[in-house]
């Protein structure tokens, strides 16, 4: 018989991608809404692609043939494979101004807003610093938010991203007003949920 008594770890916590809340933050500032009809993507796929019904064909993983059945109206239901690529293709492209604005005001002037429940820790164990999930909502610097945004853009993994975030984070609530805190590393891990808001 075995004197470990440790108990079996629970299971890992499905993480938050990232990416996706920075998407959905992007479609929270649309000012108008994406196309909803499958006809309706592919007219606009169309004519963010110039015309080119093989490039739209491309972008979405189907033959040209699909595209030009969608575009005359012969199919109307696209499967669930193709309908995920449309609605993905369609708000990649859908008001590039919009997006762009926003994205440049919080990288230099409004920053980000980021909201969560997650775990914490800095301190030892019995102090009001130690580790726990706690809820928090605060504004990020500018800078935070053009580090997290430029990442995203250059293809950044959701890891990479986690760590912009966990520093963000850091800095606008652990580490605020300096004194002895300046180098303080916080833990950033379990995150039950994530929002993020231009």
């Known amino acids: 018989m075995s004197d470990d008594t440790t108990q079996p770890s629970a299971p890992p916590r499905a993480k938050v991608k990232i990416l996706d809340v920075l998407k959905r933050a992007e479609r ?7 196309p909803k009809s499958a006809r309706a993507q592919m007219k606009f796929l169309l004519t963010c692609a ?3 019904t093989k490039a739209v064909a491309a972008g979405l993983g189907v033959s040209r043939s699909t595209v030009e059945r969608y575009l005359s109206g012969a199919s109307k239901k696209p499967q669930k494979r193709l309908q995920a690529a449309l609605v993905k293709e369609t708000e990649a492209e859908w008001q590039p101004q919009v997006r762009t604005q926003t994205r440049q005001r919080a990288a230099t002037s409004a920053g980000l807003v980021i909201s969560c429940r997650a775990y914490f820790g800095f301190g030892p164990e019995g102090t009001s610093d130690a580790g726990r999930a706690r809820d928090l909502t605060v504004a990020v610097a500018p800078s935070h938010a053009a580090a997290i945004l430029t990442a995203q853009e250059t ?3 959701d890891s990479d991203l986690h760590k912009l975030v966990a520093e963000a984070l850091a800095d606008a609530y652990f580490r605020q007003g300096g004194g002895g805190r300046a180098g303080l590393e ?3 891990t379990d995150v039950e949920w994530l929002n993020i808001s231009f």
Do not use: I
């Open 155 to 157: 293809g950044a993994t």
């Open 28 to 34: 929270a500032v649309f000012t108008r809404p994406a």
């Open 186 to 188: 916080v833990k950033f």
């Open 50 to 52: 110039k015309g080119s």
